[in-house]
């Protein structure tokens, strides 16, 4: 242990952090290894973490890839996003956490001082992926969450009670992208109905907040079964299959006609917008928390003609992630029954490769490092 | 039966309405009395509602005393807003709704020509208590529910599932009270920390939005000790009693010294709004739903330096009604627990004095006529 | 003059209203002819108006082609919904106007019941088209102002004062679209960067409420430098010919490289919402108020990764055309700068083809019945 | 000049900066002496001005007293919170600004860690007053402007053109506070009737902001026929001497009986916010940006009954220094015309005795150190 880290982990007496942990680098495209690198240091405003579990994501096969803009050089960048932990050490002037807090994470803290995050955008920081002006996007634009330990800024750390297990934790992330999505769309569902294209992770916890927000029917809309399924069992009122009927006409039938106030597009389908033209209301609201393959073709002219607004959501901004974990806390939001696979971190390039093929149906694979 | 009636009447075969009615008038002064009355004729858009009970409420007490402004003259008044029960004639144009519907009410239908109608404010119509304009306030500007019958207009109509009682669907009314407010606060309350002052019908009904909406801690404060224990039952996470502890200092307490997000003043205490403005967080919020007995003395100051955006809210606007229908159709809200009190139209004078002299604790006294 | 009619006119000693009048009738695609009808009678909350000026829009085209939805059956239909004229008759209950009154429009009045109309979103009425509950939208769905007189409800009727010209009113309408998508953008737009993509009558009416309400710097693109240059006189800072540069790459010079906060699309070019999207800052908005001859095709992912909200604005909704009515009373919006050309009603179809063919580079083409 | 300050300066090649400076002190209670110190350095993210220009405001006059909450210690504090200078110098990693720049300030800069920096609240900052977590509220809690040099965080400063005064730089600041409490009320005044009450420096910027933002009208009510006068030169379109009339009747009277779309309290007067609640419209707001001796009282019953929201501003947030920024760049907003006394630094005494004692009908007082 080196005197700086022993100062930091001192104050509280908690147990000494190493000098050096693993940690899975991108050294080039599909070329990631597990090494041993430097703990990373806490500056001030910032925690070290004791990483306990980092969820994967879509992003994350991207990233892999070794074509994803803004990441640190290969050879130096540890990806990963959705992680959760124990804070070990605290930077200066931190007096939010205490050593052994468990912690899950939002993935953007924003520069702070650019107009965006001066007006709360942080997610839309105009500074993105300038860490010298104090940007950080866990996992994407500086080191995450795929090895021992992480260094993350207090703005995107929420502290969880013991009774949310690390499981959990990995999904309040997730959940944070639709909490902050329904935030940008007016976050007002009671008495509504809200469909929800996409059961997966970003879907499914979307479903469960807007049911636990007392949304009146939730609709849940995707191609397989087992999915859908799990929808129902998280609260989705009616569950369809988009491969057995026309989703946009079987919402219309549960809404009276009317269409849904709410439809959020989770699914990242190229079709899937202009579904969603069909099944909201005139007067309602599309919310897209995806990314698409290509472009998207709509008729933009219904939208305008059903006075339609259409909000996005490309991460988990607007403190939201705080309202997941209250949520979580009173147990109104399941998370852990999403996670299908566990892996050590050694077995990174199997659990992706699980994640590339889709192989034993995979919700939620996650990393224990 | 009349011939206007019958025509009514007969289109879906259901029962004859007849041409006259037991009503509660009032004719002057603490002067109510049941008399026969002809049954009033739904117009163009509005409906007749075979009334199945009418709450009472503090509003009330004040009209009886004679002395609300904008109320039908002595002689002719009906009273009662508060009203719930079963569509038995349909006017003009009117397909919302088919006879035999279980209904409930908002007391509030704008003019719908105003500058504040055509924005959705309603309940600050511009031609408030002007019939020929089209605002119905019913019970208060128009004829009301403390009668066998009563007309209203399908904008401020909201069809009942069979399973919400005629009980629960009093206090849905007043829910919409609760709920408009939150509405115009923003409606997003998941994860925050709300404080209701006030154990009546409104701030229990709110308490129960709250909750189900996934807010945080819902601390309800009051004096009674059976209405604070009725809001535990109910769902409030913390109760206070303002006659054992400051208020404002447990609220601080339970919120690590920051304030509430919301504070939801329901009490029509003077003094409780000052209460409000030391227990609300910088930057919150706070929600005004009552009426004051006199002038209230306010720490301005101190809400500016602290930010704090205030709200009110008169009635059920906004269309939130219809949000609070969704919620109790799932028992998501119990309206049925805060009925203590039930009266036949003929005892309407010994019900208010129940009310007036809070005879027995009464939380929500209602009439069936 | 019927008997009713002179009741209508006779409270005001206005001169008399005749029986019948001049109208432009659609007797089927292609067919208008101008014939004499019976002048229509206000029915209670409406008024009849003298129409001093029409407007003709793109929309007009599709009408006129006969396959336009929802419109009065071939034969009795009078087209024409930007019109303007002096109240001649009061229905019943109407105070809000008086006989002599100049008055501009709104297209649509509202049903008033619809849960839309109820929140106050009314050009998204439920009951669109259906004029028994209330739904008129002049010249789309009820008859207009091709003719010599129209009537009108209060709702969406708008007194000016005498400085404001028939020239300048027409324009006050076609204002309010671009109004009532600011509005619905958050209405908030001074000392931001605004984008405006089309320069007809929308668009410069939209340049002048921006530039008025105190935006930054207001760009206008465009692809003829004859609308290009009144977007100038009007008040656009920039003005961008689509032909010579890349409308994005301009707006990003003009912002130092961050884009728009706010894009105006009104173009209805198919490629120019993808220009939006390029065109506007991370965290700002897009809004829509044109119609598409096709689908569109959108990188809808880089909508999400910036953070962009996108709005809608089907017509002058909101009451939105009581602001522009307001700005035109102090000479802050010039509308008779953008009319074009002038035509008798016997010179209709003459008018059309001008618009049709773009014969003399028409911008705002009238009618004077 | 030290290294470091020489380090600093080079760069950009500008003069040099010397190492110590004059600025007034506050050693006590009504104990302020200009005395030599250290020029003080910016840390990462913030800049060193050169000032040119501090106003002073009546919270000086509380600081003065020595009775201010959170400020530095006695012999230490350096006041003055609206101030304008040249850059100098920059901290590391500040890119948004060049040695040259002219700038004005909003006061406040947030600690951007804390709930309420986070959605972009940052003058309601949870870590107020703590300048280790990165809070700098400039002259309040942090050394301010009566100094020749002062450090500020780029979060808090703006460049300015050429074109603008230091003059009306000093008052772009004031505006900053009208523009945020219009921003938290909507900020969609255009075709609004505003009323203002208090023609003081707040209240007059607040003037122009309304009607250069395209309010309907803009009333002004105030006591001094000569502040009336100079607002009514600003573009107030009616004033309105409070000692005269009833402000609350004149309001009405001039809208038709209807009231105020907007009541911005800007005078601090303990009877005024009483007065709003009369002169404002149902469904209307009341916005207050003032600070009262004593507690006001209200008819918050009256409020609750007219549907008002109710905002507050305790200084320049939202980014909305910028918007005035833009605004003065084209004119659109005169500050210098309130600038009615200047003194040198070593002068300060006097021009706070100046302003305390309203010795010349002192509207803004500025020191040039």
């Known amino acids: 242990m080196t005197e700086v880290q022993a100062a930091l982990a001192d104050p509280v007496g908690t147990a000494a952090v190493p000098d050096t942990m693993r940690g899975a680098v991108l050294f080039g495209p599909d070329d990631i290894r597990v090494v041993e690198r430097a703990v990373p240091l806490p500056g001030p405003g910032e925690v070290l973490v004791k990483v306990a579990m980092c969820g994967t994501c879509g992003t994350d096969l991207k990233i892999f890839g070794g074509h994803f803009p803004q990441t640190p050089p290969f050879g130096?960048?540890?990806?990963?996003?959705?992680?959760?932990?124990?804070?070990?050490?605290?930077?200066?002037?931190?007096?939010?956490?205490?050593?052994?807090?468990?912690?899950?994470?939002?993935?953007?803290?924003?520069?702070?001082?650019?107009?965006?995050?001066?007006?709360?955008?942080?997610?839309?920081?105009?500074?993105?992926?300038?860490?010298?002006?104090g940007h950080r996007a866990t996992g994407l634009t500086t080191n995450g969450g795929f090895a021992e330990y992480a260094v993350h800024n207090v703005k995107a750390l929420y502290r969880m009670p013991e009774s949310v297990s690390f499981e959990d934790a990995v999904l309040i992330t997730t959940a944070g992208t639709g909490m902050y999505g329904l935030d940008v769309a007016g976050g007002f569902v009671a008495g509504e109905n809200v469909v929800v294209f996409g059961p997966g992770p970003v879907g499914l916890m979307t479903v469960q907040l807007c049911k636990q927000m007392a949304a009146r029917q939730v609709i849940l809309i995707g191609t397989r079964p087992s999915r859908l399924e799990l929808g129902r069992q998280l609260g989705a009122d009616h569950v369809i299959n988009a491969r057995?009927?026309?989703?946009?006409?079987?919402?219309?039938?549960?809404?009276?006609?009317?269409?849904?106030?709410?439809?959020?597009?989770?699914?990242?389908?190229?079709?899937?917008?202009?579904?969603?033209?069909?099944?909201?209301?005139?007067?309602?609201?599309?919310?897209?928390?995806?990314?698409?393959?290509?472009?998207v073709s709509l008729d933009l002219s219904a939208v305008v003609r059903k006075d339609i607004s259409m909000?996005?959501?490309?991460?988990?901004?607007?403190?939201?992630?705080?309202?997941?974990?209250?949520?979580?806390?009173?147990?109104?939001?399941?998370?852990?029954?999403?996670?299908?696979?566990?892996?050590?971190?050694?077995?990174?390039?199997?659990?992706?490769?699980?994640?590339?093929?889709?192989?034993?149906?995979?919700?939620?694979?996650?990393?224990?490092?």
């Open 76 to 133: 130096e960048f540890i990806p990963g996003h959705e992680w959760t932990g124990t804070v070990v050490a605290l930077g200066d002037t931190v007096d939010e956490f205490r050593i052994g807090d468990k912690v899950c994470i939002e993935a953007h803290a924003g520069c702070g001082r650019c107009d965006n995050c001066l007006v709360g955008r942080y997610t839309a920081c105009l500074n993105y992926a300038n860490p010298a002006k």
């Open 244 to 295: 057995e009927v026309n989703p946009a006409d079987a919402v219309l039938e549960l809404t009276g006609g009317e269409g849904a106030d709410l439809c959020v597009e989770a699914s990242g389908g190229v079709d899937t917008p202009q579904q969603c033209v069909e099944a909201t209301k005139r007067g309602g609201k599309m919310l897209f928390v995806a990314f698409y393959p290509d472009r």
């Open 311 to 369: 909000y996005t959501s490309r991460g988990e901004g607007g403190n939201n992630v705080k309202r997941a974990v209250a949520m979580a806390a009173e147990g109104k939001l399941r998370g852990a029954e999403l996670v299908t696979h566990r892996f050590g971190l050694d077995d990174i390039a199997e659990a992706f490769r699980v994640v590339r093929e889709r192989d034993g149906d995979p919700m939620k694979v996650v990393l224990v490092p």
